[in-house]
């Protein structure tokens, strides 16, 4: 027995030592074991979810794809990402959304299309989207921090920073139907990732423990910056109440010239009637298949204010107000005001 012991003791070492040289070497064969792969990814020192990358902000990367003048839409994850993009492409064309896909006109360089599309390759496709003598807008979700070079504002005075905020009950609610509308192709292709479906206690468990950065690390990265000249920072509900007041904000921002027929085709093409009505060009393709990644009601939903309350049951509220408790501990008290209800601050 004790033989046997020895022999599966060493058998499990060889197993940790295989996994840990593929995940330094070639993490991404890990993500081609079906259902359990990105837990191998993740176990191996690569960050969840798989088809993020902070790199790109890197100091010596930021240089090489940013130009003065360019607009980083860093948002909070489901808070109109979609919506700000729409924005600031009509804004810079006239009016005009004659594109087949937001993603063709947006840059999304954080985002891998698949698990082999490294940032060389991603570089060369999504410069390549520049215009010339027109500033390129770049997705992302990332904070300010020491590790996010690109996202010092203050570095970077000639690069404009557009953030968007959203009450956290709708967040966690928009979040729900958005992860579970991953398609198989997706799951597939990022080694099960991610497991479907998802609860909506899941998700609440998620967004209190280990995706703090996408609502609490995000306020109180962001709220400190608001005044500064090139940093914009809006809220979902003020988008959602006062449209035409939004765009001329954004507008101004960006120093961009804002006649009636520019206001009136912003307004009616950033409406959520006009995005569900068009919403096959918010749908995500990406691997080697070109396939439908998300489903087109992962990006535009209904895009309405209020109704979590239906949503949460008591114990959801409880663990949400438990990590605000601990999280916010010391916040500014106009930071959370501002985070649930937007307006002027």
């Known amino acids: ?29 890990l993500l081609k074991i079906p259902n359990y792969g990105f837990i191998l990814w993740a176990i191996t020192g690569n960050r969840m979810p798989p088809h993020f990358d902070a790199e790109p902000l890197n100091e010596g990367q930021f240089h ?11 948002t909070m994850p489901k808070s109109g990402t979609a919506l700000l993009a729409q924005i600031l492409h009509l804004l810079k064309s006239g ?13 999304m360089l954080e985002m891998w299309k698949h698990p082999e599309d490294d940032l060389e390759t991603r570089l060369r496709r999504e410069t390549s989207k520049r215009k010339p ?27 404009r920073y557009v953030g968007v905020a ?39 468990s998620m967004m209190a423990n280990d995706l703090k950065e996408m609502y609490f690390d995000y306020l109180k990265a962001w709220w400190p910056l608001r005044h500064e000249p090139n940093v914009l920072l809006l809220h979902y509900a003020d ?23 520019l206001l009136a085709s912003t307004t009616d093409k950033a409406s959520i ?16 298949n070109n396939d439908i990644l998300i489903l087109r009601e992962g990006h535009i939903n209904k895009g309405q204010l209020g109704g979590a309350s239906d949503f949460f049951t008591a114990e959801m509220n409880a663990t949400w107000e438990a990590a605000c408790k601990k999280e916010f501990a010391g916040a500014d008290p106009e930071m959370l005001k501002w985070a649930a209800d937007g307006g002027q601050f």
């Not at 027995?1 to 197993?15: D, E, Q, T």
Request: with cysteine; net charge neutral; hydrophobic share 40%.
């Open 1 to 29: 027995m004790g033989k046997v012991l020895r022999l599966l003791g060493i058998l499990a070492l060889l197993l940790a030592v295989g996994l840990g040289t593929i995940g330094k070497i070639s993490p991404n064969l």
């Open 64 to 74: 090489r794809w940013a130009e003065d003048g360019d607009i980083i839409l860093a």
């Open 95 to 107: 009016g005009n959304d004659d594109y087949n896909f937001q993603y063709e006109v947006t840059g």
């Open 133 to 159: 003598g027109v500033p390129m807008t770049w997705f992302s979700h990332k904070c300010p921090n020491a590790q996010n070079y690109g996202m010092n504002v203050k570095l970077h005075p000639a690069k």
């Open 166 to 204: 959203r009450e956290a009950h709708e967040v966690i609610k928009s979040l729900h139907p958005f992860l579970n509308s991953h398609t198989k192709e997706f799951s597939d292709m990022w080694g099960g990732f991610p497991p479907l479906p998802i609860s909506k206690e899941e998700v609440v």
């Open 239 to 261: 988008l959602r109440l006062d449209l035409e007041g939004q765009v001329r904000r954004i507008a101004k921002f960006l120093d961009v010239a804002l006649s009636d027929e």
């Open 273 to 288: 009637q006009h995005m569900k009505a068009n919403g096959h060009k918010y749908v995500q393709h990406g691997g080697p």
